[in-house]
């Protein structure tokens, strides 16, 4: 007679055999407790929905699938081991193992709890995230969603965004017991790729009184990547620490708005069949206006440019936006400038879409994307470009 090594929630019965090793049992090993035996598997009682047992371990539900979703119109563009509940939710961009609930709302980071209820899409939600991790000195250490990976709450550029933030930290002193919390609220504001804090209020601070932690949410702005909510803690000397924050976020965004398109050709701002075309000594490539040859591949065996020129068309004075699509070159640095009015941004060196901004282009009707050997043979492939004069 075969001992029992486990009972889940759900009634499925699991044997322990003479190896050490877990298996469904026979019938007779199932009957012998009086248990049903059904299609393979033991129970020790029968659910209306049965659960599935395989060799991955997939116990327990009734439909395994990576994404749940129950309602209509919903649209899951990216992400997995999400549930989504209700009508016309988005999870995209870095949305996975989130949960969303109501109308119209969005996940767009790992780990978030969202709920929404709007006529309009993308525009509202209210959105918990919970932050952890461990110190184990007096260093400011970043904390990450769930502590897993480099999980941030990112801003997504594309839209101006208001957020005001409640949150709540907790720590606790592993060798001791002791405790540390704080809660605060504070706002910031996200617009053409500034991020600010617009204000705080006074923080409160519950603790046992040997304590002296600190935790802190700050806004970075990055022209590499997007930009983010910073979530950092700063322990003690020779305290082993362990955090965890909630962190509630009311957000209101809305599109950044696009009053014209800065080319004439609207085949070269919409998404054409691109070439990758290497550069070679004549050091300039001009794209023509008819978008015959699109992007470029740019290799940095020496200065090379890229001179998007789009002509005779004025540029003006408005501020405008520029996004241009990034991808590396086999055995190189990624890594590209752009260089607006002999103004030049900082190294984009990441894969994917990028936003730079400037205030003014200015008639010289030109935007140059630059890779130069001398800071450390960088090289790219530069696609959809497109500008945009922003409000």
């Avoid at 050490?20 to 299609?39: E, F, R």
């Avoid at 899409?121 to 250490?141: M, P, W, Y």
Wanted: charged residues 20%; glycine residues 8%.
């Amino acid at each position: 007679m075969k001992r029992i090594d486990s009972v889940s929630e759900t009634g499925l019965v699991l044997f322990l055999e003479d190896t050490g090793k877990q298996s469904s049992g026979t019938k007779d090993d199932c009957l012998a407790y009086a248990y049903k035996y059904q299609d393979g598997n033991c129970f020790a009682y029968i659910q209306n929905i049965r659960p599935q047992y395989d060799k991955n371990k997939t116990i327990g539900n009734s439909n395994y699938q990576s994404n749940n979703k129950v309602g209509r119109a919903n649209n899951l563009q990216a992400g997995k081991e999400n549930v989504v509940l209700g009508k016309g939710h988005q999870i995209n961009r870095d949305g996975s193992n989130s949960i969303v609930k109501g109308r119209n709302a969005y996940s767009e980071n790992y780990g978030e709890d969202v709920y929404g209820n709007n006529i309009q899409k993308n525009i509202a939600r209210e959105v918990n995230v919970q932050f952890s991790g461990l110190t184990t000195d007096a260093t400011v250490t970043e904390l990450f969603i769930g502590n897993e990976g480099n999980n941030q709450f990112s801003i997504n550029p594309d839209y101006s965004t208001s957020y005001f933030v409640e949150w709540n930290a907790v720590a606790i002193n592993v060798a001791d017991g002791t405790m540390w919390s704080r809660q605060n609220f504070q706002a910031f504001r996200y617009i053409r790729g500034t991020f600010v804090e617009v204000g705080s209020h006074s923080a409160i601070t519950l603790r046992d009184a040997a304590l002296d932690y600190d935790f802190t949410i700050t806004p970075i702005v990055q022209t590499t990547g997007n930009s983010y909510l910073k979530v950092e803690a700063e322990g003690e000397a020779g305290h082993t620490v362990s955090w965890n924050s909630t962190i509630k976020i009311t957000e209101i965004r809305t599109k950044e708005v696009l009053l014209t398109n800065s080319v004439l050709n609207p085949d070269f701002l919409g998404t054409p069949t691109w070439q990758e075309i290497n550069q070679n000594a004549t050091n300039i490539i001009t794209i023509p206006n008819n978008a015959t040859n699109g992007g470029c591949k740019i290799d940095g065996d020496g200065t090379r440019n890229l001179a998007a020129r789009y002509t005779p068309l004025f540029w003006g004075t408005d501020k405008w936006k520029i996004t241009f699509d990034l991808t590396g070159v086999t055995g190189k640095t990624l890594g590209v400038q752009v260089r607006v009015n002999n103004q030049n941004s900082s190294i984009f060196a990441t894969e994917g879409t990028h936003s730079y901004y400037v205030d003014t282009i200015g008639g010289a009707n030109f935007i140059q994307f630059m890779v130069n050997s001398t800071t450390g043979a960088r090289a790219c492939v530069i696609n959809n470009i497109k500008a945009q004069i922003v409000s």
